[in-house]
């Protein structure tokens, strides 16, 4: 058993996406899959979600308004070292957003939209 599962009864995930749709299904898929989900509908308020939901990882668009996926994954990163970080983008400037991220020294994993459930929840145990 990983120290995450022991520490809390469910591992928690916080879903950031600005398409509300998107990101409510996520976290209703995530919920009913034994996990702790929530949902936010931009990378601000996935960054003020840190300090009160703490998650274990964070799952979110790349292309938002406002602050990008990636500028949500850099600062949740250097605030919480610990937390997986799982980007999603159904278009092509993510290619540039995440080499800059890369040069910058920051990887991160990508699944392209729409991302099936079953393939997530199998990237989200591995």
Known sequence: MSESTSNHSKPRVLVADDEQVI???LAIILNQAGFEARAVFSGEKAIEALDTFQPNMLI????MTGMTGIEAAIITRSKI???KIL???GQAATADLLEKARMQGHEFEILAKPV???D???KLRA
């Open 23 to 25: 990101a409510n299904t």
């Open 60 to 63: 979110s668009d790349v292309i």
């Open 81 to 83: 070292p610990a937390c």
């Open 87 to 89: 980007l999603f983008s």
């Open 116 to 118: 099936h459930p079953t």
């Open 120 to 122: 997530l929840l199998a």
